[in-house]
């Protein structure tokens, strides 16, 4: 009897049913491309995926950040690829405690600051940027950097697709914008006057995980950053026909305005470079709170921390 017992017990132990699967998603954005390059390699543009051990994971790329969030505050979601300050505005605003799996990607001369040549600093002039929390933290940023005071300018809040035609018809003297306008102006005359390279590691895209399910399924999240997005990854960074043409049509940019977005981005492949990120987190979680608490676009301050 006994004897039997145990055969059942390893027979039943074997057919464990996987768990459930761990839900992930993310926008567009270039930044979150690596790991919708590795799902389509495996035929798997928006499936689940069956991992080592009955681990399954779900991608979904959705439409927009704001899906996004939606999906995370209810519950339908494990998991998120965001900016870092969509992630502090989210849990500010939710209470929902996540935690950050891994920095994704950093801009490297993707977000950028331009003016027309004659453009004058020392008589007034109008900016224009995104009324997100990320352009007004460029436009801070930018204040700081080239020491401009308030009272030299006023600011003008104006949706992407307009940043181009804004700036080039003088309806503003600066514009904040990103990749493919930061390319769009330069190609027709505009000069830049800052970048993100002058803001090394401030602008990144992140994993955040609620924290109960990374506590839980730790193993998973180690296998999807150290297998399936180094795969993504390398595609990414040296793409064949069917790579690009999944790019072009995920992102909805051109194939030139992909090399140019990707030319100012970093992907922390490298241990010393991810660890260099790791370590300022930190510090920018903290400088991004206070932005954010200073501007009123949280009311308390994020309780944002690494995974651990």
Not at 113 to 133: C, N
Request: charged share 20%.
């Amino acid at each position: 009897m006994r004897i039997l017992f145990l055969v059942a017990f390893v027979l039943l132990a074997g057919c464990q049913p996987a768990q459930l699967p761990v839900n992930l998603a993310g926008n567009t954005w270039l930044g979150y491309q690596p790991l919708y390059l590795a799902l389509a390699e495996r035929d798997c543009a928006d499936c689940i995926l069956e991992l080592a051990d009955n681990q399954q994971l779900q991608v979904t790329m959705l439409p927009s950040t704001t899906q996004v969030l939606r999906l995370l505050s209810t519950g339908q979601l494990d998991a998120a690829m965001l900016t870092l300050d969509e992630a502090l505005t989210f849990q500010s605003e939710t209470g929902i405690d996540i935690c950050i799996a891994s920095v994704l990607s950093y801009s490297n001369g993707a977000d950028a600051v331009l003016t027309l040549p004659d453009f004058d600093p020392a008589k007034a002039f109008q900016i224009g940027y995104e009324e997100t929390a990320l352009g007004g933290y460029m436009l801070r940023r930018t204040l700081e950097l080239k020491g401009w005071a308030t009272e030299q300018f006023t600011a003008r809040t104006l949706v992407p697709r307009r940043h181009v035609q804004a700036l080039l018809d003088r309806e503003i003297d600066v514009v904040i914008t990103y990749e493919p306008y930061v390319s769009q102006l330069l190609k027709a005359g505009a000069v830049t006057l800052l970048d993100s390279r002058q803001l090394p590691g401030e602008i990144i895209d992140i994993l955040v995980v609620r924290r109960q399910v990374w506590q839980q399924r730790q193993q998973l999240f180690t296998l999807l950053l150290n297998d399936i997005w180094p795969k993504g990854l390398a595609r990414l960074q040296q793409p064949d026909t069917a790579a690009l043409a999944l790019l072009s049509r995920n992102t909805e940019l051109s194939l030139e305005e992909l090399q140019q977005a990707l030319a100012g981005m970093v992907f922390p492949d490298k241990e010393p470079e991810y660890q260099r990120l790791a370590a300022k987190l930190l510090p920018l979680i903290d400088s991004m709170n206070q932005y954010l608490l200073q501007t009123a676009h949280i009311s308390k301050a994020a309780q944002l921390e690494v995974c651990r």
